[in-house]
């Protein structure tokens, strides 16, 4: 799935070089990789159907939300606590980075209609979206992961 693929090498990039900014230590960057693949739960959706899940909680459920600013907080509430409580905060924001540069790169993609998804969610806003892309070109990926090639080359020599 190039989509999630993008998604991961996108936060890679950009939370290896703000660690050469701030100082936190390299193991954290994996935590903001995953919190970029935290938008895509929603694909979900494709193996258990939603109606399955209504029936075992017992309340109406969507997908949708998740790929969300408010699913973003929500889910990354419930990865963090799986933490020690020493580092909550750290891994926190990490995930939140993670799940935002996710929902900033899918508000860059072409769209039908020219407006981006509910990205916003609890806010039912569709913002207009540039258009810079579309999700199944094959020259994002090659681009992102060049990108993610040479950071990963300077970060070796930084050390």
């Known amino acids: ?24 230590p390299r193991h954290w960057v994996p935590i903001a990789m995953g919190g970029a693949a935290m938008p895509d739960l929603v694909k979900v959706g494709l193996v258990i159907d939603e109606s399955v899940v209504q029936g075992v909680l017992g309340v109406p459920f969507e997908y949708a939300p998740i790929s969300s600013f408010g699913g973003v907080v929500v889910v990354a509430a419930g990865i963090t606590i799986l933490f020690d409580r020493g580092v909550w905060r750290e891994v926190y924001g990490l995930l939140i980075f993670g799940g935002l540069t996710s929902l900033v790169v899918d508000g860059a ?11 916003l969610y609890p806010v039912w806003v569709q913002p207009p979206t540039p258009e810079l892309y579309v999700s199944a070109d094959p020259r994002v990926l090659a ?13 070796y020599y930084r050390r």
Request: proline share 0%.
């Open 143 to 155: 681009v992102v992961l060049s990108t993610a090639v040479v950071v990963t080359g300077v970060d």
């Open 109 to 119: 993609r072409v769209f039908a209609d020219g407006t981006g998804g509910f990205w």
């Open 1 to 24: 799935m190039a989509d999630l693929l993008t998604h991961v090498l996108v936060a890679y990039v950009l939370a290896t070089v703000a660690r050469w900014r701030v100082g936190f």
